[in-house]
């Protein structure tokens, strides 16, 4: 472990924090309004990409935020798509 994976795992698993509280926010709501679930799904597969890229780097501390923010990140894709298909409301791409 170093400064840098540790300040990285920092900042990934506090977004994965934030992300989370979006999908309380859109749990409260309901609804969707104002958010691209094409960016949310990129942002996904980002995740998805440094949960293979970390490991690779040695950055063992870096992979288990990205595990927070990766999992928030697919949370809120499948909590989009639900609240679009209980309410039939478009995604905004």
Same mark, same amino acid.
């Given at each position: 472990?170093?400064?840098?994976?540790?300040?990285?795992?920092?900042?990934?698993?506090?977004?994965? &924090?934030?992300?989370?509280?979006?999908?309380?926010? &859109?749990?409260?709501?309901?609804?969707?309004?104002?958010?691209?679930?094409?960016?949310?799904?990129?942002?996904? @597969?980002?995740?998805?990409?440094? &949960?293979?890229?970390?490991?690779?780097?040695?950055?063992?501390?870096?992979?288990?935020?990205?595990?927070?923010?990766?999992?928030?990140? @697919?949370?809120?894709?499948? @909590?989009?798509?639900?609240?679009?298909?209980?309410?039939?409301?478009?995604?905004? &791409?």
């Amino acid at each position: 472990m170093n400064a840098a994976d540790l300040v990285n795992a920092g900042f990934e698993a506090g977004g994965g &924090l934030f992300i989370l509280n979006h999908c309380r926010v &859109l749990y409260k709501d309901k609804e969707l309004k104002g958010v691209s679930i094409v960016s949310t799904i990129f942002f996904s @597969m980002w995740g998805a990409w440094n &949960l293979y890229y970390y490991p690779s780097l040695d950055q063992w501390i870096s992979f288990y935020g990205g595990l927070v923010i990766t999992f928030a990140n @697919m949370l809120w894709v499948g @909590m989009m798509i639900h609240y679009y298909k209980k309410n039939k409301t478009k995604i905004t &791409l």
